[in-house]
C-alpha cells in the first residue's frame, strides 16, 4: 500500500495500447506529478497533446515523426537495446520507482492495437513481487485494474451499480472480506480459476476489499454517466 507518511508522488505511464479518453484517463493525466512514455506510448503523448518527462524503451514502436519532435523538443530519452529482458512497460514502471512515486498510474497497456499478449502481460505484470510495495493501477476511461496482497486492504470509489470483480491469481486467496457490495464476502477464499468473486456491485460510493493471504486482482468498471 501507499505509505502515507510521505507526500503522494504520481507518475503516469503511457503505454503504446489503444488510449480512449474518458473521465478515468483525464484524471490520472491532470493528477500525475510525472510522465513516462513506453516506447510507443510516445505517439500516444502526443495525439492527447502531453509533453513527457521521459521516453524510455527501445523505441521500435514509436513512430519516426514523433521521435523526431520528441529531439527537436530535447524530451528526455532512455533507450535500451532490443535485446533485453524486460518489456518497455517494465522499464517504465521501474522508472517510476526510480522517481520516486509510490503511486504509478499505467494507460494505454490494456487494449493492443494489434497484440493480445501484452494486455494479459501487464496484468500479471503489476502483480510481480517486485512491486509488491507499489501502489500500481493500470486505467482506461471506464475501468481500472489493481493488485491486492496479504494483510491490504483497498478502498474504491464509484457508482451505486458499477461492476466489480474479484480475481485470484495466486493459487488461492484467503479470507476475502468486502464492504459495500450487493453481495458482501466475510472471509471468503477464492482459488485460481474461480468465477466466484466475478460481476459483483457496488451498493454505496465507496467500498473497501481485503484479504489475509494471497494475491487478489481487484477490477473496477464504471457505469457509463
Not at 19 to 42: C, P, Q, R
Not at 169 to 185: A, E, H, M, P
Request: proline residues 2%; negative net charge; hydrophobic residues 40%.
Amino acid at each position: 500500500m501507499v505509505n502515507t507518511s510521505y507526500p503522494t508522488k504520481n507518475a503516469l505511464i503511457i503505454g503504446g495500447g489503444l488510449v480512449n479518453t474518458g473521465y478515468n484517463t483525464h484524471k490520472v493525466i491532470e493528477d500525475s506529478d510525472f510522465i513516462i512514455a513506453a516506447d510507443g506510448g510516445l505517439d500516444n503523448c502526443i495525439h492527447l497533446n502531453i509533453n513527457p518527462d521521459l521516453i524510455i524503451g527501445d523505441l521500435d514502436s514509436a513512430t519516426t515523426s514523433s521521435l523526431d519532435l520528441a529531439k527537436d523538443n530535447n524530451w528526455a530519452i532512455r533507450k535500451f537495446s532490443r535485446d533485453k529482458n524486460e518489456t518497455d512497460g517494465e522499464l517504465a514502471i521501474l522508472a517510476a520507482i526510480d522517481y520516486g512515486a509510490n503511486n504509478i498510474n499505467i494507460i494505454g497497456a490494456l487494449k493492443g492495437k494489434d497484440r493480445f499478449d501484452h494486455p494479459i502481460g501487464n496484468m500479471f505484470l503489476i502483480s510481480s513481487d517486485s512491486f509488491k510495495d507499489q501502489n500500481i493501477t493500470l486505467v482506461e476511461e471506464t475501468y481500472e485494474i489493481r493488485v491486492l496482497r496479504k494483510h491490504q486492504i483497498l478502498t474504491l470509489s464509484g457508482q451505486p451499480g458499477d461492476i466489480v470483480s474479484l480475481i485470484s491469481i495466486s493459487d488461492i486467496s484467503k479470507g476475502i472480506i468486502t464492504w459495500g457490495l450487493k453481495y458482501d464476502l466475510s472471509g471468503v477464499s477464492i482459488l485460481r480459476g474461480s468465477t466466484r468473486g466475478m460481476s459483483n456491485e457496488m451498493i454505496w460510493r465507496n467500498i473497501e476489499v481485503s484479504i489475509s493471504d494471497g494475491i487478489l486482482m481487484v477490477y473496477l468498471e464504471h457505469s457509463p454517466v
